[in-house]
């Protein structure tokens, strides 16, 4: 927008450096150009600002295609005004002189201009295409399709318009076509998923499996090394059994041998001894048969003395002394009659021997 000021019933315009300046005065060009700056009078003053900038246009329209679904169409339009002056005769783009604001909206007609322009092109292209072509192919086509429609259009030219560059942002279906289009794919992407899950899982089981073959192997070989230990224990165990029998054996056989040796000898000591006694005896016999009667009976009184108990003290009563003198004298009577006989049996053998 240009920028005027006032001094004293003038007008001074100071315009952009990308807008271009149509002054016209009592019917007569006074200024044409870009980025002008000049002093005016309000009241015989016809002012025109043509921007000649590059403009950005979007534009967001719907569309049907050859299968009978409605897409959304964005897209977005670059254009310029090459002929000013062509601009400024087909389209009102006169300004206030006191403010500098455009009277009317010619960005707006021509922005309206170019959408519909470009729309009757991609429609009639879209008109012909399928859903899933369009989804497909379709951004590609409409561009070029919109592009070589408005280079093609002779309304542009004839208005001092130029197309820069068209871009197609996204060409999309209605949402629920949009979620019914994607179920497929999603489906697609799941049973990927469930695909890559599923071998995930197979190869932990393999691994498992592989592990659990290693833990059996392991076992196998332990038992097998614990029945090989068993059965060395075993040998062991018998050998040693053997080896404690044999010297069980060698002992014995040593025991029996000593015992047989001792028993040997024993009866040995046993039958000298035997023997001695018996000499001993029989000596002691022939002595006592030579002996004297009285030798006899004396020796015979100290064997008695000998087996009689020790008597540390003794009390004689009379009772007693009687008693013993009693028996001791009848003892005595019937060792001498004994004796007598004895001497007289000796005597009478004596005589008849002789």
Request: charged letters at 25%; zero cysteines; aromatic letters at 4%.
């Amino acid at each position: 927008m240009a920028d005027i000021t006032k001094r004293f019933g003038l007008r001074h315009l100071r315009a952009l450096p990308t807008a271009h300046i149509r002054h016209v005065r009592r019917g007569r060009l006074a200024h044409d150009g870009t980025g002008l700056a000049f002093w005016f009078r309000p009241l015989s003053a016809v002012l025109s600002e043509v921007p000649v900038d590059d403009r950005e246009l979007a534009m967001l329209f719907h569309a049907r295609t050859a299968d009978f679904q409605d897409v959304t169409v964005q897209g977005t339009l670059t254009y310029r005004i090459t002929d000013p002056a062509t601009a400024a005769a087909r389209v009102d783009f006169g300004i206030d002189p006191d403010t500098g604001t455009w009277r009317s909206a010619p960005l707006d007609q021509l922005a309206t201009l170019l959408t519909e322009t470009a729309q009757q092109h991609a429609l009639g292209l879209l008109a012909r295409t399928p859903l899933a072509t369009a989804l497909a192919d379709g951004v590609t086509a409409v561009r070029e399709r919109m592009a070589a429609g408005l280079a093609a259009e002779p309304r542009l030219a004839e208005t001092g318009l130029a197309v820069i560059a068209v871009r197609v942002v996204a060409l999309r279906p209605e949402p629920e076509v949009e979620r019914a289009l994607r179920t497929p794919a999603r489906e697609l992407v799941q049973q990927e998923a469930d695909r890559a899950t599923f071998e995930r899982r197979a190869v932990a089981v393999e691994h498992e499996r592989g592990i659990a073959e290693n833990e059996l192997a392991n076992r196998i070989e332990l038992a097998r090394r614990q029945e090989q230990l068993i059965t060395q224990q075993g040998a062991n165990s018998r050998l040693q059994a053997e080896d404690e029998a044999v010297s069980d054996r060698i002992r014995t056989d040593a025991e029996a041998q000593r015992r047989t040796r001792l028993a040997g000898a024993e009866a040995d000591a046993a039958r000298a001894l035997g023997e001695a006694r018996a000499a001993a005896e029989a000596a002691w016999l022939a002595a006592h048969q030579q002996a004297d009667p009285a030798v006899l009976r004396a020796l015979a009184l100290m064997r008695l003395a000998e087996h009689l108990p020790r008597i540390d003290s003794l009390t004689l009563t009379p009772d007693v002394l009687t008693g013993l003198l009693a028996k001791l004298g009848a003892t005595t009577g019937a060792t001498s009659g004994a004796t007598s006989g004895a001497t007289a049996g000796s005597t009478s053998g004596e005589g008849a021997g002789r």
